[in-house]
């Protein structure tokens, strides 16, 4: 049963509270439980606040869990990761997908722009509005124009535009997600630029990634990475298709890149053999997932982030990560 308006809802088949619409304008999609597996039906609201949809976003019901064989390779910067990725770029044949936040740094456009050369069909998904200063937005923009004129095909996530058009389904694009040559997978914390990828002897930030050889792993991302990419999708353009304003900034030009660059000592571990993970895809199911593995914690439970908001914007109720963790601790 499905009762909305307002107020209490006395008729046959449903119990309490009808439920309450959402805004016209806010691109809402009333759905019961997850959407997947978790579907109450107690003929109350309750089966309808568990979380929300939004026009254009994903929701994939496949739990993200996989098993398989292959070769698993730690990328951990600053030192020596840089090398890592421009060798990885390097060896790329036939394709590239890469979806970031924010794009700057010469290294790894040099490495890009030479598999475009060697014939490698490229894809680049960026965020069409980032946050700082009008210095991050102007690079952003340049990065965009030279990686077009690279060969790659360039997309922006931007909110919708036009009259009565929704909001967005997503905040950001704040993936940082490669797949190279469908069989092999980049997946780490941090942007592509300096900061995150720097030059040696160079101050850098504390990223964690890591690359997996595997092409059940890839095809399983790429089913994340081809629904953001389609740009019939109003939050999705094509950098061909964008205003004036999001083009190329007059008088813009590409920094000149270094090789001053080298490898990690000692080399990175490499574990090459069976293994099992589970993808998470924010915001379709990383929540619940998380909220899993810590209820699975039976030990130790570290966290290492940069921000642990306290407020919940996704769903109904309280952040069920912060009652997850109260429940650990209370173990």
């Not at 722009?113 to 946050?131: N, Q």
């Not at 995150?196 to 002897?201: A, E, H, I, K």
């Not at 990175?268 to 998470?280: E, H, K, R, S, T």
Request: net charge negative.
């Amino acid at each position: 049963a499905f009762v909305y308006g307002s107020g209490f809802a006395e008729i046959p088949g449903w119990d309490g509270l009808a439920l309450q619409m959402p805004p016209s304008d806010a691109g809402l999609i009333l759905m019961r439980g997850d959407g997947c597996n978790v579907l109450p039906d107690t003929d109350t609201s309750a089966d309808w606040e568990y979380r929300w949809l939004r026009l254009g976003s994903s929701l994939f019901c496949d739990s993200g869990y996989f098993v398989t064989d292959g070769s698993v390779i730690p990328v951990t910067s600053p030192v020596g990761s840089l090398f890592q990725m421009v060798e990885w770029i390097n060896a790329a044949t036939t394709s590239l997908h890469l979806h970031v936040y924010q794009f700057d740094s010469p290294e790894l456009y040099n490495a890009i722009e030479g598999a475009v050369i060697r014939g490698v069909d490229c894809t680049i998904l960026l965020e069409g509005d980032i946050l700082g200063d009008a210095a991050d937005s102007t690079d952003q923009r340049g990065w965009a124009d030279e990686l077009a004129n690279a060969g790659c095909n360039v997309l922006w996530m931007v909110e919708p535009d036009g009259v009565n058009a929704p909001m967005g389904p997503y905040r950001y694009i704040h993936s940082k997600v490669a797949v190279r040559d469908g069989d092999s997978v980049w997946i780490g914390s941090g942007n592509w630029k300096r900061s995150t990828f720097p030059l040696d002897g160079v101050t850098g930030n504390r990223d964690s990634g890591v690359i997996i050889n595997s092409q059940d792993v890839a095809d399983l991302v790429m089913t994340r990475m081809l629904w953001d990419e389609n740009e019939s999708q109003r939050h999705i353009i094509n950098l061909d298709d964008a205003p004036a304003s999001m083009g190329r900034p007059t008088g813009w030009v590409r920094p000149t890149a270094s090789t001053e660059f080298g490898p990690a000592e000692p080399m990175p571990l490499i574990y090459d053999g069976p293994f099992g993970a589970v993808l998470l895809t924010c915001p379709d199911d990383c929540i619940q997932s998380l909220v899993w593995m810590i209820d699975h914690a039976h030990e130790t439970l570290d966290i290492s982030v940069q921000y642990f908001d306290l407020g919940w914007h996704w769903g109904y109720g309280d952040n069920p990560l912060i009652e997850a963790v109260e429940r650990a601790a209370n173990r």
